[in-house]
Nanobody, 124 residues
Framework: QVRLVETGGGLVQAGGSLRLSCAASGRTGSLYWMAWFRQAPGKEREFVAAITWIGGRTSYADSVKGRFTISRDNAKNTVYLEMLSLKPEDTAVYYC?????????????????WGQGTQVTVSS
């Protein structure tokens, strides 16, 4: 089993920044992709960014490219999401997720493990 715990959410003004952290514990060695998803009220959960534990290959949703950066610290079993130039439309609950799959890593259904989520609110 794998446990994921997100921290770092909060309230920020438009144009501001936040850094989210996802601490992983348990059988993390079985995971291939780690990702961040988000879900705004009344909307479906959507892919934000992903990174491989080995090699650090990254992928981003078009809506966050150039503003968000995903990274990982293998020694700390932690994945980060640095968010810059935040916009009101970035407001959502952000979830960390992990999967053993090597494909379809932008799909919610591909992920086996999820954190509890952390709220990010961007005021205009």
């Amino acid at each position: 089993q794998v446990r994921l715990v997100e921290t770092g959410g909060g309230l920020v003004q438009a144009g501001g920044s936040l850094r989210l952290s996802c601490a992983a514990s348990g059988r993390t060695g079985s995971l291939y992709w780690m990702a961040w998803f988000r879900q705004a009220p009344g909307k479906e959960r959507e892919f934000v960014a992903a990174i491989t534990w080995i090699g650090g290959r990254t992928s981003y949703a078009d809506s966050v490219k150039g503003r968000f950066t995903i990274s990982r610290d293998n020694a700390k079993n932690t994945v980060y999401l640095e968010m810059l130039s935040l916009k009101p439309e970035d407001t959502a609950v952000y979830y960390c997720a992990g999967t053993r799959r090597t494909y379809d890593y932008t799909e919610v259904r591909s992920y086996d493990y999820w954190g509890q989520g952390t709220q990010v609110t961007v005021s205009s």
